[in-house]
């Protein structure tokens, strides 16, 4: 079945650092790629739609200059958190669906961010 | 505006006591139903697809129904390895794509 991995799964950065998140799906080319965000006992809050080869769509109160988000090739996406500070620390999972793939979307495992 | 709402928050089971977690849903326009899996600290994994009503699908012990207005997932017979958290999502047209709207889950505990 589709496959997608994320990496890092965890990581502790300093309040003011950026931190880079990579999406990957292993064996399936993806068009479009999805991040979300997720709180403590939340559901998942869709931040952006990722598009190979064009920019990204922003949702709603998501502010593009702090979430990088690059898209450079079929299988790859990655998520930029610039400046980070504690409130943007969470738990970030990205997904993709394989075309033709029974309609099911596969995520990563997620990556849990804390920032000090 | 598309929304999506699970129900109960969390439930308690003892194993082999069935029951049922609900999903009601008020979209613009469905194009398909989703239930997911989480464990804790886990992406989320995939259960179940449904795209109209009256549309059924099982996998093991569990078991997803589909109406115009909300979606069943039924756990017949439940085991400690069960538990976890039930996610229902719809997928709809926005902004020029298909995305997916989550509810907020259903939490599953199921005892031995």
């Known amino acids: 079945g589709a496959v997608v991995s994320q990496h890092p799964s965890w990581v502790i950065c300093k309040s003011g650092t950026s931190v880079k998140i990579e999406c990957r799906s292993l064996d399936f080319q993806a068009t479009t790629m999805f991040w979300y965000r997720q709180f403590p006992k939340q559901s998942l809050m869709l931040m952006a739609t990722s598009n190979e080869g064009s920019k990204a769509t922003y949702e709603q109160g998501v502010e593009k200059d702090k979430f990088l988000i690059n898209h450079a090739s079929l299988t790859l996406s990655t998520l930029t958190v610039t400046s980070a500070h504690p409130e943007d620390s969470s738990f970030y999972i990205c997904s993709a669906r394989e075309s033709g793939g029974g309609g099911g979307y596969t995520f990563g495992s997620g990556t849990r961010l804390t920032v000090v | 505006e598309d929304q999506v709402t699970q129900s109960p928050e969390a439930l308690r089971l003892q194993e082999g006591e069935s029951s049922s977690l609900n999903c009601s849903y008020t979209?613009?326009?469905?194009?398909?139903l989703f239930w997911y899996r989480q464990d804790p600290g886990k992406g989320p994994e995939f259960l179940f697809t449904?795209?109209?009503a009256g549309e059924e699908k099982e996998k093991e012990r569990l078991k997803a129904t589909l109406t115009k207005k909300e979606s069943f997932l039924h756990i017949t017979a439940p085991k400690p390895e069960d538990s976890a958290t039930y996610l229902c999502a719809v997928r709809v047209f926005s902004g020029g794509y298909n995305k997916l709207i989550f509810g907020a889950g259903t939490r599953l505990a199921v005892h031995p």
């Open positions: 449904l795209y109209s």
């Open positions: 979209v613009s326009g469905l194009r398909g």
